[in-house]
């Protein structure tokens, strides 16, 4: 059993290489499962905030919860999502002291993902006043969409305007070419070409449109995902930034549970922004951190060094005494 969601995926890559890392959340009263989240986010190094309110009896508020198959071989990975009941899609921008939070303490980069913008119509709203606010501060903001057609399914305008505001508020914008078609409503290929290279022209022919209608975005990326069974996959990745493209060819990796990959790829590439470096850098280390996630049986990565990032990244598994 582990505690986990896309942001917290994400922010665990930076959290567990020192830096300081907020999650805004909503918790149960009094509640074993609330009691849980909270001590895995701290042993994770991550702090957190969010109102504690009544459960309501047995069929008020709860926590969602996925259940899990990782599969293995030829027998692909089953998730069961249950979302019925989460407090989490009550969130609201009024039960935070967003001022204190991002004018006093200071915010970095703002992460939101659209499977939280989408959970709920107090959530989407919930999400662009944090990007709103994360403007006003001079907070960078990435938002990897997250394209989910269960959540979509008869709220598709409603959604698209909430997804189009925030996108157009965005630093980082991070998912494929069908997410961008679908959730942002921009034309392009069709999405999800023969082969790899077909994905990444693919890809590059959709950021063209999307620079055009988001001009604020100066990075855009997405991961390069080939299954060849449960257990080995070909992973790479693409980065756009400041008219430049950078690819990380495809490489087979071990996997132990393909689970949050793309959330290491998303922390691993934030790190690199947050510390300054190259989009290239950037770009490389989030692929290693990606390529270490599935390689456990957790759905976030707590790499113990950036040396031990490089080394996946340099293919280098050798003992370290």
């Given amino acids: 059993m ?3 969601s896309a942001e917290s995926n994400v922010v665990s890559i930076a959290s567990s290489l020192g830096c300081k890392g907020l999650v805004l959340t909503k918790f149960i009263k009094d509640n074993a499962i609330s009691s849980f989240i909270q001590n895995e986010l701290r042993a994770r190094n991550i702090d957190y905030e969010g109102a504690c309110v009544e459960q309501g009896g047995p069929w008020g508020y709860r926590h969602q919860f996925n259940i ?31 001022d204190r939070i991002f004018g006093k303490e200071g915010v970095a980069i703002l992460h939101i993902s659209g499977l939280i913008a989408a959970l709920s119509k107090e959530t989407g709203r919930f999400c662009l006043e944090l990007a709103k606010t994360a403007e006003k501060y001079g907070t960078l903001i990435s938002f990897d969409l997250n394209y989910r057609a269960s959540f979509w399914t008869g709220r598709e305008k409603e959604l698209r305007q909430i997804f189009t505001q925030i996108a157009s508020l965005s630093d980082i914008l991070i998912g494929n070419e069908e997410d961008f078609q679908l959730a942002l409503g921009l034309k392009g290929p069709e999405a999800g070409g023969k082969d790899i290279e077909d994905k990444i022209e693919g890809f590059k022919g959709m950021i063209g449109t999307a620079k055009k209608k988001f001009p604020n975005a ?62 290239k850098q950037c770009m490389q280390f989030g692929w290693a951190c990606g390529a270490l996630v599935p390689a456990g049986l957790n759905d976030y990565g707590t790499p113990s060094s950036e040396e031990q990032v490089w080394n996946i990244y340099a293919g280098n598994a050798r003992v370290k005494r």
């Fill in 218 to 279: 100066q990075m855009f990326a997405t991961t390069l995902r080939t299954v060849i069974n449960a257990n080995e996959h070909k992973w790479g990745a693409i980065l756009e930034a400041d008219g430049e493209y950078f690819v990380e060819d495809q490489r087979e990796i071990p996997v132990l549970d393909r689970i949050g990959g793309g959330d290491g790829f998303t922390g691993g590439l934030l790190y690199g922004v947050l510390k300054g470096w190259e989009p």
């Fill in 2 to 4: 582990q505690a986990t």
């Fill in 68 to 98: 899990a198959d990782s599969g293995y071989g030829m027998r692909g990975p089953v998730v069961t999502n249950d979302r019925a009941g989460e407090v989490g899609r009550t969130l609201s921008i009024s039960e935070f002291d967003i």
